[in-house]
Nanobody, 120 residues
Framework: QVQLVESGGGLVHTGDSLRLSCAAS????????TGWYRQAPGLERELISC????????YYHNNVKGRFTISRDNAKNMVYLQMDSLRPEDTAAYYC?????????????WGQGTQVTVSS
């Protein structure tokens, strides 16, 4: 059974940091690119970061570049998103995703999401 389970969300203040974690199981993790999407109320889900399983290239959405850092641990089947200098506009549900292709544009698997709320 494929599972992606996120944790680490919460309510923080502007400028604070959070670290999201995603535990993967049930598939060959090292053969999947992994990333993080987010969806704010009334908006479409957007890809904010991805790390490719093929070449380890990393993508960041312009809105998070320089503040967020993605990493993965293949030995533990884990993906992380370190979020620093959080802003109210970062408030959203954050989803972990796994894509069998080189990038994360069309994930095969999704987590259930974890809420991040940043107060001003």
């Amino acid at each position: 059974q494929v599972q992606l389970v996120e944790s680490g969300g919460g309510l923080v203040h502007t400028g604070d940091s959070l670290r999201l974690s995603c535990a993967a199981s049930g598939f060959r993790f090292h053969l999947y690119s992994t990333g993080w999407y987010r969806q704010a109320p009334g908006l479409e889900r957007e890809l904010i970061s991805c790390i490719s399983y093929r070449d380890r290239k990393i993508y960041y959405h312009n809105n998070v570049k320089g503040r967020f850092t993605i990493s993965r641990d293949n030995a533990k089947n884990m993906v992380y998103l370190q979020m620093d200098s959080l802003r109210p506009e970062d408030t959203a549900a954050y989803y972990c995703a796994a894509d069998g292709r080189a990038r994360c544009e069309s994930p095969d698997y999704w987590g259930q999401g974890t809420q991040v709320t940043v107060s001003s």
